[in-house]
């Protein structure tokens, strides 16, 4: 077959940002995946307490201190998250490297939180089913955090190295911020079945 | 409708020509034959949708053709045949839709049964309790229910540790005994006869051996049936028998058996009070005689690889007469 | 050769041999054991993965054939339960989750970036590791099974059968954790395909001019995302309840039993058209080759693909029809289940219309769509039939069941696909399969399949249960089981006449052209089998047939660099270029993190503590895969 050019490709840039860049498309994947897992435990979490006589079951509902804490700090958090994203986009070394540390210091904060989320429902996991799912809701998303906030630290080392200054790479920080975004977003409906649907 | 019965029960009856008594195809039940109605209707239909599908198929392989190419004609065309066949699907599928609802309605369970039976399954045998009444005490028996011919019989199902399924094809449809759970199901035979049935959920190593039997029969027979498993078990009249009721007592059987009158009344395996009346031992796997009760309590593990009944050692003359005693209790 | 200003060489600088030769040297892996451990092309690791899954195919199928052995007879010893049951839940298990999804997967990394004209598929490194995890799930099960340990809780793995009580040993959670194995690949693989189709297509393949075997990839992707974190989430709360005593599915506690069916079918019904809708597409693209015309009715089939994807979502209750749900509810699902037969319908009705207005060449490939359509039309109509709420609560568990997915699987995802092998085998092997042998293969599979599975549909109506290792001699069901088991013979021989003809002809069969069939997509632009890099210069489309259109010329695009490995990224409906990209390089990281992963998931069989120490190397070994090694692909 005799190929024939009717193209030109020279122009275009060597890398795309946001929607032009699969990385974008594969975190926004993920978070479908994992969005549908959350969206999943809270159905069990409704079903679970439709067959059960009373809920909670076997237990008083959870404190509200530590969970409304953290929620309020991770709503905080997405102000720099916001901004880190825009740094980066912007492409302002400096600016991104700072924000980066402030958003691994938000996303430990709400890991010290945790811990105390968990004695808050009063219950253990392998007590009944209520306490099977709440800890299970609770460790899911904690890994979530987990993990945004290993890859922010990794990210935070990679910018202050000399792979920092690329393009590449302020577009994995604007897909890291994305995904704080998510898992921020995915607390709310979380919080607000484990806190206050007990108390309905 | 006499034509789709036709090539059903031929389907069915190719490799057959039995009159089984746990087929779908050969109902007795009043649910079962609604179903079977409902089924013989449903085949005939899709194998007359699988015959027009494939004489098209045949037709658009094999069809003469022309040298031209296809004209806007034949694209038109095309199109109004996919769109017809699209519309026939809708309205055969509308169709079987309906049917299916009217006939979940004619299987449901009436307002009020003649009589209620609850039925535990366990690995791997069914436990059958008949609730006392003014007339006569409560009853517990297994692997055999005995129903009155012509009359609504509600079975409740409820399961002792995993799911199972209770399944007599000839007299209705199936329905799970769940752990947790309590489901019920309709029974009514309209025949007198013997229906067996079989667990049809996967509930471990002896799923294969989980029979049941449905034993239908005139009301008074019923009644007669069910009086004499109210009553406590008898006294054994023989030597070898009476000898077999002490053994019986003194070795561990008594700690999972149940012998009404008798100071046996363990509940982990099936009631033994009338257990020499039962067709069947466990589970419809052999027919009960001395000889197979003989080689069962001998040797369970053998027989049914698995189950929950221990070997429990016994010297040969123990055996005879355990055996003879099982035997005696009618 | 020129370099441009900004020191890039640029293809529009290369004469075809000099560019040939230059993205040779970029695109290639290194040789030997390292160069295929590290490899990241999507044709190795595609063709790596067909060849798995097809393994796994041939050691189910004996599988299978034991389990004839045990059925021929009434009370036959053969085998006894504690094995059978072992047995049938491995065959299961094994032909779903390591035959069926990955086969067809591995058929979308060969057949996707080529058909959508780019150089590797989207995020190379993750589908190595995927290849990887999957091969670690199928090593655990089947280790498993040969000591002893095997599953034998049935494929879908009812609690309380499955839970902490009844469920002794790790039997079970080999299984559970086989599932997570196998979801995790399943998952990245969807995650690529997606990606790739939505943003790596040659530019001007508009979305409705995607090929429908790429149609059928992308809403399979889709059903693979949306279902299998429902499957992710029961397997790891069974291992919950098994490890750690959690109460999900404990009745006593608060739990529910049939949390873990909704739970399971919510996936696995999802599951079958993500086997279904593949072969669909495989279908569709040998349809239009064998018949020399395009599919009639594109529009229509893309949309029986989705709406086939959407209702997948509502039908779950039907294989819980007597598990004890209120009647009302069922009667929905009924109707939805039903429903479902309309985009089926269409599909089957547009493939008609094409091959009337066709002209059929009766090649082996095209066999196997023939015989599908017999086969699978059989297995629709019976899925029909046991959507019907009371006909279900007769063939429920039993063997008409077992008949009605055989037809469906068999008929409807492996017909297909063997039809795709000998289609595309040229292009992955660069050989053409036997055309006689061809026909001895579909001859004994089609003839061996009808007479094992047909007389099943009999033996459920007259009461035989599935799962069972054994029945009574008194029961009427032996003449039909012995007549099953010796038909499967011929249907193994089938299947192993084409495994020979498959090995045989990758090492010697006829040396294969670019194009042999005269077939209109894009994979058949490049060379049988395709270079490192696929296209030397990337395809440009301006028709849904693009090899047809101008049979003589490939029109294409110039200006991508070669001193990286790139490739060209275009907008998601229109396929306008909107930048080059780089696509990484080979590396032997995806390896170490699967290896990593295999430990900590094995291990948290035993201790829940391995999650905590083991996930420790799998956060090193991901580091270093995504740490900037300083090449030019990490750069921009
Ligand atoms: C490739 C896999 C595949 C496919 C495509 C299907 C397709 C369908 N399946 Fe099947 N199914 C399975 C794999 C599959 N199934 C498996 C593996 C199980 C068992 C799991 C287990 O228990 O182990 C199962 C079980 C199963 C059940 C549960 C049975 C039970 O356990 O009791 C049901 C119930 O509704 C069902 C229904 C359907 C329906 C309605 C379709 C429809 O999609 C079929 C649609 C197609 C057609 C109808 C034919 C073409 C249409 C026409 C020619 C138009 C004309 C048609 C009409 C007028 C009707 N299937
Ligand atoms: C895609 C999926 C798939 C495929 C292809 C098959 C293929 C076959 N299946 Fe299977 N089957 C299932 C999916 C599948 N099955 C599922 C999901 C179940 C339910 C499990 C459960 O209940 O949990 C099931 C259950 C099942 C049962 C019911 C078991 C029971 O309930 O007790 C039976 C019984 O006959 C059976 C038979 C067969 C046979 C004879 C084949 C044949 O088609 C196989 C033919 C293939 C071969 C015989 C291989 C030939 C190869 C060689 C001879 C080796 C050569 C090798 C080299 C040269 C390398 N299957
Ligand atoms: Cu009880 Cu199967
Ligand atoms: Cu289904």
């Known amino acids: 077959m005799k190929a024939n050019t009717v193209l030109d490709l020279t122009k275009l840039p060597a890398h795309g940002l946001g929607t032009v860049s699969p990385s974008w498309w594969g975190t926004l994947a993920f978070m479908l995946i994992e969005g549908t897992g959350f969206a999943l435990t809270i159905v069990i979490y409704l079903y679970l307490m439709s067959l059960a006589p009373r809920w909670p079951l076997g237990t008083t509902p959870p404190d509200l201190l530590a969970g409304t804490t953290l929620t309020v700090l991770l709503l905080a958090s997405l102000v720099p998250n916001i901004l880190v994203g825009r740094w980066a986009r912007g492409q302002d070394l400096r600016k991104v490297r700072l924000g980066l540390i402030v958003m691994a210091a938000l996303g430990i904060a709400p890991l010290i939180l945790r811990a105390f989320e968990f004695p808050a429902m009063h219950i253990k996991w392998d007590q009944n089913a209520y306490g099977s799912i709440v800890w299970f809701m609770l460790g899911l998303h904690t890994t979530h955090i987990l993990t945004d906030v290993i890859e922010t630290l990794v990210l935070t080392c990679l910018m202050f190295s000399r792979h920092g200054d690329t393009p590449r790479r302020f577009g994995d920080v604007t897909d890291n911020a994305m995904y704080w975004n998510f898992v921020v977003a995915t607390w709310l409906p979380m919080y607000a079945c484990l806190y206050w649907i007990p108390r309905l | 409708m006499k034509a789709a019965r036709v090539v059903a029960l031929g389907l069915g009856a190719i490799a057959c020509g039995c009159s089984g008594n746990q087929s779908a195809l050969h109902p007795y039940g009043a649910p079962a034959i609604h179903v079977e109605h409902l089924i013989v209707g449903i085949v005939a239909l899709c194998t007359v949708v699988w015959v027009l599908v494939m004489?098209?198929?045949?037709?658009?392989?094999?069809?003469?053709?022309?040298?031209?190419?296809?004209?806007?004609?034949?694209?038109?065309?095309?199109t109004m045949t996919v769109t017809a066949a699209l519309a026939l699907t809708v309205i055969l599928i509308a169709g079987m839709t309906i049917?299916?609802?009217?006939?979940?309605?004619?299987i449901g369970l009436p307002a009020k049964a003649a009589l209620t039976i609850t039925l535990k399954a366990q690995q791997w045998w069914w436990q059958v309790t008949y609730a006392g009444s003014a007339a006569m005490p409560g009853f517990q028996t297994a692997n055999e229910i005995h129903i009155p011919v012509g009359q609504d019989v509600q079975i409740l199902l409820e399961s002792a540790d995993v799911i199972h399924s209770f399944w007599v094809p000839s007299l209705a449809g199936k329905q799970d005994l769940v752990p947790g759970r309590s489901n019920s199901l309709l029974l009514r035979a309209e025949k007198p006869g013997v229906y067996r049935g079989q667990c049809a959920e996967f509930c471990g190593l002896q799923?294969?051996?989980?029979?049941?039997?449905?034993?239908?029969?005139?009301?008074?027979?019923?009644?007669?049936?069910?009086v004499s498993q109210s009553a406590d078990a008898i006294m054994p009249a023989g030597p070898d028998a009476a000898a077999g009721r002490t053994a019986f007592l003194a070795k561990p059987c008594a700690a999972c058996h149940t012998v009404r009158g008798t100071a046996a009344t363990g509940t982990s395996g099936p009631d033994l009070t009338h257990v020499g009346s039962r067709q069947t031992i466990a589970a419809g796997l052999v027919e009960t005689t001395r000889g197979s009760l003989a080689a069962w309590i001998a040797d369970p593990q053998t027989l049914k690889p698995g189950n929950n009944m221990p070997m429990v050692p016994l010297t040969s003359f123990e055996l005879q007469d355990i055996s003879a005693y099982m035997e005696s209790l009618k | 050769m020129t370099r441009s200003k900004d020191g890039e060489l640029r293809d529009t600088a290369l004469s075809d041999r000099e560019l040939k030769r230059a993205l040779a040297v970029t695109?290639?892996?290194?040789?030997?054991?390292?160069?295929?451990?590290?490899?990241?092309?999507?044709?190795?690791?595609?063709?790596?993965?067909?060849?798995?899954?097809?393994?796994?195919?041939?050691?189910?199928?004996?599988l299978s054939m034991l389990m004839r052995l045990q059925l021929a007879q009434p009370e036959a010893r053969f085998i006894g339960?504690?094995?059978?049951?072992?047995?049938?839940?491995?065959?299961?298990?094994?032909?779903?989750f390591l035959f069926a999804v990955p086969v067809m997967q591995a058929m979308a990394i060969y057949f996707?970036?080529?058909?959508?004209?780019?150089?590797?598929?989207?995020?190379?490194?993750?589908?190595?590791?995927?290849?990887?995890?999957?091969?670690?799930?199928?090593?655990?099960?089947?280790?498993?099974?040969?000591?002893?340990?095997?599953?034998?809780?049935?494929?879908?793995?009812?609690?309380?059968?499955?839970?902490?009580?009844?469920?002794?040993?790790?039997?079970?959670?080999?299984?559970?954790?086989?599932?997570?194995?196998?979801?995790?690949?399943?998952?990245?693989?969807?995650?690529?395909?997606?990606?790739?189709?939505f943003k790596q297509r040659a530019p001007g393949m508009s979305l409705d001019r995607l090929p429908l075997f790429v149609w059928s990839m992308v809403v399979t992707s889709f059903l693979v995302i949306m279902a299998m974190p429902a499957i992710m989430i029961a397997s790891t709360s069974l291992i919950l309840d098994r490890l750690v005593g959690t109460h999900f599915f404990n009745p006593a506690e608060g739990g529910d039993a049939l949390l873990w069916q909704h739970l399971f079918w919510f996936f696995g019904h999802p599951e079958v058209y993500i086997i279904f809708l593949p072969a669909v597409g495989m279908v569709s693209t040998i349809v239009a080759t064998f018949t020399g015309r395009p599919v009639f009715g594109y529009l229509a089939t893309v949309m029986a693909l989705i709406a086939t994807g959407i209702l997948a979502f509502g039908l779950w209750v039907h294989h819980m029809f007597v598990a004890g749900l209120p009647r009302l509810g069922e009667s929905f699902f009924t109707a939805s289940s039903m429903a479902i037969a309309v985009p089926a319908g269409l599909q089957i009705f547009c493939w008609l219309a094409t091959i009337w207005a066709g002209r059929p060449v009766f090649k082996t490939p095209f066999l196997f769509v023939i015989g599908f359509m017999v086969i699978f039309v059989i297995g629709g109509l019976t899925g029909v039939m046991v959507a019907s709420v009371p006909f279900d609560t007769q063939v429920?568990?039993?063997?008409?069941?077992?008949?009605?997915?055989?037809?469906?699987?068999?008929?409807?995802?492996?017909?297909?696909?063997?039809?795709?092998?000998?289609?595309?085998?040229?292009?992955?092997?660069?050989?053409?399969?036997?055309?006689?042998?061809?026909?001895?293969?579909?001859?004994?599979?089609?003839?061996?399949?009808?007479?094992?599975?047909?007389?099943?549909?009999?033996?459920?109506l007259q009461g035989m249960p599935?799962?069972?290792?054994?029945?009574?001699?008194?029961?009427?069901?032996?003449?039909?089981?012995?007549?099953?088991?010796?038909?499967?013979i011929i249907l193994a021989a089938g299947f192993l006449l084409f495994f020979i003809d498959a090995i045989r002809s990758a090492r010697s069969g006829a040396v294969a052209t670019a194009n042999p069939w005269g077939a209109s997509t894009l994979e058949w632009a490049t060379a049988s089998p395709p270079p490192p890099y696929n296209f030397a210069r990337l395809p440009v489309v301006d028709s849904r047939e693009p090899l047809w259109t101008e049979p003589a010329e490939l029109r294409v695009a110039a200006g991508l660099g070669v001193d990286r490995r790139e490739l060209l990224i275009t907008s998601v409906a229109e396929a306008v270029p909107e930048a080059r990209e780089s696509s990484v390089g080979n590396s032997i990281w995806p390896l170490l993190a699967a290896l990593a992963t295999t430990v900590a998931l094995v291990w948290s069989i035993f201790s829940p503590w391995a999650v905590v120490w083991g996930s420790i190397p799998v956060a090193v070994s991901l580091i270093g895969w995504f740490w900037p090694k300083g090449v030019p692909e990490d750069e921009s």
Do not use: C
């Open chain 3, 112 to 197: 996707v970036p080529l058909m959508v004209g780019t150089r590797n598929i989207a995020f190379p490194r993750l589908n190595a590791f995927s290849y990887w995890i999957y091969l670690a799930g199928g090593l655990l099960l089947w280790i498993a099974f040969v000591v002893d340990t095997g599953p034998d809780v049935g494929w879908f793995a009812y609690v309380p059968l499955s839970g902490p009580q009844y469920g002794a040993g790790k039997r079970a959670d080999v299984w559970a954790q086989m599932i997570t194995f196998t979801e995790v690949s399943a998952l990245a693989i969807a995650v690529e395909i997606v990606v790739t189709v």
């Open chain 3, 81 to 96: 339960p504690d094995r059978y049951n072992q047995i049938f839940t491995m065959h299961g298990s094994n032909m779903m």
């Open chain 3, 27 to 62: 695109w290639s892996a290194p040789p030997g054991l390292w160069g295929a451990l590290s490899t990241v092309d999507h044709k190795v690791i595609g063709r790596r993965y067909v060849a798995t899954a097809f393994v796994f195919l041939a050691l189910g199928g004996v």
């Open chain 3, 466 to 488: 599935r799962r069972i290792y054994t029945y009574q001699p008194e029961m009427p069901w032996s003449g039909l089981n012995m007549f099953i088991s010796l038909s499967a």
């Open chain 2, 55 to 78: 004489a098209t198929l045949g037709a658009a392989l094999w069809r003469r053709r022309q040298k031209k190419v296809e004209t806007e004609i034949s694209q038109q065309w095309l």
């Open chain 2, 207 to 226: 799923h294969s051996h989980m029979a049941v039997l449905v034993i239908a029969e005139a009301p008074a027979d019923y009644t007669r049936w069910a």
């Open chain 2, 99 to 106: 049917a299916s609802f009217y006939t979940t309605r004619a």
């Open chain 3, 396 to 460: 429920h568990d039993t063997y008409f069941v077992v008949a009605h997915f055989h037809y469906v699987l068999v008929g409807g995802a492996v017909f297909p696909l063997l039809g795709a092998i000998y289609y595309w085998f040229p292009k992955l092997t660069g050989r053409t399969m036997s055309e006689p042998f061809g026909r001895w293969v579909f001859g004994l599979i089609f003839v061996g399949f009808n007479l094992t599975f047909f007389p099943m549909h009999i033996l459920g």
